[in-house]
């Protein structure tokens, strides 16, 4: 069972990505794109901030392979955010965000940088060295929700 989660969430991530490659036919499409990215991503995420914060039982082989599906997913949401792509779908990107794509691809550049780092921790094997990781992983994705998303 072990095995397989990873499995499914690396598969998940290749068919995620697979549309970054083309253009996206419509709006809603790079909006589905982006939304499920994210989703992955908080799957993950919220599965090792469980580990980080004790609210869950630490399991290294779970933790390295959360933060190699994070390190992976991480870089795909940027994509979604395409001219066009401003509203419908249940989106909540605000206004925001698309005055200002510099500064959420500046955001997002320091998200795929550190959760790149939450993977290296991960796989560590060292709940230590998770916990430290996690906080500023997390905040990375706070910075973007802060300025960014609708509550």
């Not at 994210?38 to 609210?55: C, I, P």
């Not at 790149?116 to 796989?123: F, H």
């Not at 990375?140 to 802060?146: M, Q, V």
């Amino acid at each position: 069972m072990h095995r397989l989660i990873p499995a499914t969430a690396l598969l998940a991530a290749a068919v995620l990505a697979t549309p970054a490659f083309a253009q996206f036919a419509k709006a809603e499409d790079a909006i589905e794109y982006r939304q499920g990215a994210f989703r992955v991503l908080g799957h993950h995420f919220g599965r090792l901030g469980a580990m980080a914060n004790g609210k869950m039982p630490y399991n290294a082989a779970t933790a390295a392979a959360d933060g190699e599906v994070i390190a992976a997913v991480a870089k795909l949401p940027g994509t979604g955010f395409v001219p066009g792509s401003e509203a419908g779908h249940n989106t909540r990107a605000l206004p925001a965000l698309w005055k200002e794509l510099p500064k959420v691809k500046e955001l997002n550049d320091k998200m795929v940088a550190e959760t790149g780092k939450l993977a290296v921790a991960a796989k560590s094997g060292n709940l230590d060295q998770l916990k430290a990781a996690f906080g500023p992983a997390a905040q990375t994705c706070k910075a973007c929700h802060d300025d960014f998303r609708k509550k």
